[in-house]
């Protein structure tokens, strides 16, 4: 079974910007739509950005998702961390999808990259 990994995640300063990264163990993300997502310790995941097949991308607010050149890996990047933003972030992605991405199901999720945030 193809799985998800992402990382970047750790201690970041508040103020800072962070880069996650998703990658797809054996296979290259190319032929998914991705998303990006977190959950805070108590809530609910929320969706924060998602990508499609094509580069077409939607997502809110600070949080920017793109693909590297070989488009093998999404990226997640977003700027000015505060408070509200340490959560695990996960990585979710559908094959095949041809729809915009932000209706997009995700048949696999990886196992979270943990965000903290120092002052």
């Known amino acids: 079974q193809v799985q998800l990994v992402e990382s970047g995640g750790g201690l970041v300063e508040a103020g800072s910007s962070v880069r996650l990264s998703c990658a797809a163990s054996g296979v290259s993300l190319e032929s998914y739509a991705v998303v990006w997502a977190r959950q805070a310790p108590g809530g609910e995941r929320e969706k924060l950005s998602c990508?499609?097949?094509e580069g077409q991308f939607a997502g809110k607010g600070r949080f920017a998702i793109s693909r590297d050149a070989a488009k093998a890996i999404v990226f997640l990047d977003f700027n000015d961390v505060q408070d509200e933003d340490p959560a695990v972030y996960f990585c979710?992605?559908?094959?095949?999808?041809?729809?915009?991405?932000?209706?997009?199901?995700?048949?696999?999720w990886g196992q979270g990259t943990q965000v903290t945030v120092s002052s």
């Open positions: 990508i499609t097949r």
């Open positions: 979710g992605a559908q094959g095949g999808w041809d729809g915009p991405c932000n209706s997009m199901p995700s048949d696999l």
